[in-house]
């Protein structure tokens, strides 16, 4: 039976109809090279890109001093990441941003011919069929510059929307900049200060040099007391005393009484200047308020004008690092029909073929023998029963 063949009856089966499979074959090979020599070439072109994560970020406005050497640029090694590209890559927008550059292109071309592929270097390559090797290229390195553009216009929307909100907020700095510069001008008028540090930097010189004159004078008065032969404030009594008046010169008693009313007199000032340095303290300590206030205005003001300059030249030229690795260029050879290939193939399928047909024309030959046989048994057992 049938299903009791051998490898060798398979083996059999091919090599009597090896002239039919060969005619197979050939046949299938020759008919896909005329088909191909008929069919329009379609070339492939090939653009890669990456986002670098290394960057460092650039400023138009900032006045620190960056490092001339920077990293070497590399792609952030994340699937996820450069999953994001090509979503963005396949939007519906972006198809309508390159049919726009193309309107010879019909809408479902860029669908159907236009792939985005995550490399394995986590680089994003795109790949565009056409018959036109020129035009192929410049659609590849046209989506470049769209993804390139994408981004900047989203940078240039949020800087635009920053800048309004930076303006009003300078506006108002401002505006509490000046009033705060008015209140501590009236309050230095009011008080007659320059400034808190001024006004305490003047109080301590004249308290110094009252304190230095008071002190020449205690020198010089006990200079003279040692002269006529007092000692400590019994000298001092006796110096006032009207009977001892007589026997101590009149000029270094009078030189001694200056002495001592120079002296009470220093003391004095300095007590008074004491007062009112005590009375002056609230008005230091709220113009040292009024200042840091200020201080801290021009600060926030410093900042904002700042950051305001850097969202105006953001907002009219952002800056964007789009790395374009690979330039697409026209190929030279078309990506399909590849003749060889294609020939190779249909010859393994065209022998695949033939093989199979052969081996069913052997199946069914056996079926037909086998049914020949059982028929030819069934025959001979009746006449043998009719006999």
Not at 18 to 41: D, E, N, Q
Not at 154 to 178: G, H, N, P, S, Y
Request: charged share 25%; net charge neutral.
């Amino acid at each position: 039976m049938y299903a009791q063949a051998t490898l060798y009856d398979y083996w059999m089966a091919l090599y009597s109809r090896k002239g039919i499979i060969l005619l197979v074959s050939v046949s299938a090979m020759v008919f896909t090279l005329l088909i191909g020599r008929y069919l329009p070439p379609i070339y492939e072109a090939k653009a890669t890109l990456f986002v670098p994560f290394n960057d460092a970020s650039s400023s138009y406005s900032s006045s620190s001093q960056q490092r001339m050497a920077q990293p070497a640029l590399k792609p952030l090694p994340d699937e996820k990441e450069a999953g994001i590209h090509v979503g963005i890559l396949r939007s519906d927008d972006m198809a309508e941003g390159i049919h726009r550059r193309f309107p010879g292109k019909e809408p479902g071309f860029f669908k159907k011919n236009v792939d985005f592929v995550t490399s394995p270097q986590f680089f994003t390559d795109i790949y565009v069929r056409d018959r036109d090797p020129e035009l192929a290229a410049a659609i590849a390195n046209t989506y470049v510059d769209l993804y390139a553009e994408f981004h900047a216009r989203l940078l240039k929307d949020k800087a635009t929307r920053t800048r309004r909100v930076l303006e009003q907020q300078f506006t108002e700095i401002e505006k509490r900049v000046a009033s705060k510069t008015a209140e501590i001008s009236e309050f230095k008028q009011r008080n007659k200060l320059l400034s808190s540090t001024e006004a305490e930097q003047l109080a301590l010189n004249q308290s110094q040099q009252l304190e230095r004159d008071r002190n020449s004078v205690i020198v010089e008065l006990q200079a003279v007391r040692e002269r006529m032969g007092v000692a400590g404030q019994a000298g001092a009594d006796r110096a006032g005393n009207s009977d001892a008046s007589g026997a101590i010169p009149n000029p270094m008693l009078d030189k001694m009484q200056r002495l001592e009313a120079r002296k009470n007199a220093l003391t004095e000032r300095i007590e008074k200047l004491r007062d009112a340095t005590r009375d002056t303290v609230t008005a230091i300590a709220t113009m040292r308020r009024l200042e840091s206030d200020k201080r801290i205005l021009d600060e926030l003001l410093s900042n904002v004008e700042m950051n305001l300059a850097e969202a105006r030249m953001q907002s009219e030229a952002p800056m964007v690092n789009i790395v374009q690795v690979q330039t697409a260029r026209p190929p030279k050879i078309p990506a399909f029909p590849i003749h060889a290939l294609n020939a190779i193939v249909a010859l393994v399928l065209g022998f695949a073929a033939a093989c199979y047909a052969a081996l069913l024309l052997e199946y069914l030959g056996r079926l037909k023998l086998e049914r020949i046989r059982r028929n030819l048994v069934e025959d001979s057992d009746l006449r043998e029963v009719t006999m």
